[in-house]
């Protein structure tokens, strides 16, 4: 399938970065669309990490203010989710992953504990940001600290434990609305043979 990018202009760059592009792409019968114009919203790679302790049959999430939600949805204005956050210039996805659980969550993990799910698109129609998920046994793992994010760059991170049993009761009644949460909750209970109802 062919793209004929004919001009991208910047609209805005800050924290993220708005691009508006000119284009033709083709069609599945063949023939090229008329010029039409597209948005991306750049954000870059990102990880999120699902926290879970196999013996004692627990998962760790973390909550703290989104503003985007807020202007649709005040009252969920502090969605629970997985541990997450943007890949920095010089840095790879693990070390990404491992930074950021122990700075949200506490938690002291190596790259060799986490267990790849995926990756995902949370919006693709808007955004090239690409989500790669991971998952992380924290049974053995040092508690380093109790988390919350980092004070210079004004995060107010609560870390909530809840046992997997509570997990499930939130995940079939549709408590969870982060999709990249979602997702690694599907990965979480697809593993579980008696969870069959997932």
């Not at 049959?57 to 939600?69: I, N, T």
């Not at 939130?170 to 609305?177: D, G, L, S, V, Y």
């Not at 690694?184 to 593993?191: A, K, N, P, V």
Request: with cysteine; charged share 25%.
């Amino acid at each position: 399938m062919k793209v004929q990018i004919q001009n991208v202009q910047q609209i805005y760059k800050g924290f993220i970065q708005l691009d508006e592009a000119t284009l033709q792409f083709e069609k599945f019968n063949g023939t090229m669309s008329r010029a039409v114009r597209r948005i991306n919203v750049y954000r870059g790679d990102a990880v999120a990490v699902l926290l879970f302790d196999s013996l004692r049959s627990c998962c760790y999430f973390v909550r703290q203010f989104r503003y985007p939600v807020f202007t649709v949805e005040p009252q969920n204005a502090w969605p629970l989710e997985v541990v997450a956050g943007s890949v920095e210039s010089n840095d790879g996805l693990l070390v990404t992953a491992i930074r950021e659980v122990e700075e949200e969550a506490g938690f002291r993990i190596t790259g060799d504990q986490l267990v790849a799910i995926g990756r995902c698109y949370p919006s693709p129609g808007g955004t090239s940001e690409r989500i790669f998920l991971y998952a992380v046994d924290v049974a053995n793992a040092t508690r380093v600290n109790d988390g919350g994010g980092l004070t210079a760059e004004e995060e107010d991170i609560q870390v909530i434990e809840l046992s997997e049993s509570q997990v499930h009761q939130r995940f079939i009644n549709n408590e969870f609305c982060d999709a990249k949460t979602l997702l690694c909750l599907h990965w979480y209970f697809s593993r579980q043979p008696n969870r069959s109802e997932v």
